[in-house]
């Protein structure tokens, strides 16, 4: 045998192994099937993201009878993993876009209005048209919103141009970002990588697009004459101590600086500078915040998250934590809703410590789904969420970590002994770059 050919089987062996490696990190393959449950339960699902459109899939294999009703008025389905690799010129904008009816089941009745207030003592859902929708159950799974006009001089029309990236705001944005980044690998200069004091979705997309951009930078034009730095309001870069010490390590290793303790709260885009609140510890232990500003050639922006205003206003929020925020209250094993036990949350809405990934979401599903047709059987559900969540941290083209832990900050990797979750690995790139989308796809649909 050839060596070509030899290579050529053993990269079709890896590409197999990375196929299973995303189906078994997160987004596994199909369940086995469970019994139809006769039901005329009202169901009504908020939101048609990767949360609401997998559950749905999965209750129409599920119950016989009940009327499910999905509201969300996104024409649009974008699937979100795919940002950091539009923003890094490496997949066209079109990867990430597809319709929301195209993933839809039979069935499934889309109102397709958002949903403007909910009453949880009637058990209504009102939507921007008017519509009163009554339900039994209610699952809340709109996602999250960017409060952009929380920096203060900057608006999602500067995208693209004088050095300003902001990926998050979807695929066109990404597009424009990676038009800024470009310019930045070329030319050099000063690149300045933020992330939001907020909670946020998937945490380490601040991290990856730092990674992406220095590597990028490193190859480029920009070689020798460009300064990375990561600034951020944490005292860590990961939630996960022995993750955040690895991206330490790394960033240090790639001469990227870090700035802790800082919060950005402006921009001037025409003198290219951006503005800091920095908090430090006082003699009296009192937190000490001044204000510094940083130049930039290129500056990623990443904005506070927030729940939309519809559940901020809905009282079904925490009252005594992430108060500006507005997650919804949750049981953090069930989803289930602490006051309103026929409530259940879904992806980034649910008021847990983790769980903001698309990864999540795939644990996530089975554990509300299993709780609600207990309900409906007049029984207790038993599945428990652990806070699973899978972060494919990218750290070079052609390279990533596959970071995989639960709520008690413990690694759980899917293949222990075989897949170091820790090491810079051209498998762990394949299951993002290649894999996840085939498998998120299949989790949509119900199969995963």
Known sequence: MSRRV???????????????????????????QAALVRSSARIVIIGAGAAGTAFAN?????????????????????????????????????????????????????????????????????????????????????????????????????VGKDGLGALYAGPEYAARTWQAASQFTETGGVGIFSRPETEMKCAGAPLKHTFLIDDIASRNGAAGKYEAHYVCPQSVLFSVPIVSEKVRMLFGERGIATHYGHTLKGIEPGRKLARFETSAPGADGEAVKSTVEMPYDYLHVIPPQRAPQVIRESGLSWADKWTDQGWLQCDMQTLRHLRYPEIFALGDIAGIPKGKTAASVKWQVPVVEDHLVAAIQGREGTAIYGGYTSCPMITRVGRAMLVEFDYDNNLVPSFPGLIAPLEELWISWLMKEVALKATYNAMLRGKA
């Open 6 to 32: 030899e290579l050529t089987t053993s990269r079709r062996g890896v590409l197999g192994m990375a196929l299973a490696g995303a189906a078994a990190a997160g987004l596994g393959t199909a369940p086995a």
């Open 58 to 158: 999965r209750l129409v294999q599920r119950l016989d009878g009940a009327q499910i009703t999905l509201v969300d008025a996104r024409a649009e389905h974008l699937y979100q993993p795919g940002l950091s690799l539009v923003a890094a010129g490496l997949k066209p904008p079109g990867y990430v876009v597809s319709r929301t009816t195209d993933w839809l089941p039979r069935g499934v009745t889309l109102v397709a209005e958002q949903a403007a207030a909910i009453d949880p003592e009637a058990k209504t859902v009102t939507t921007s048209g008017g519509q009163r929708l009554e339900y039994d159950f209610l699952i809340v799974a709109p996602g999250l919103v960017l409060d952009h006009d929380a920096i203060e001089g900057f608006s999602l029309d500067l």
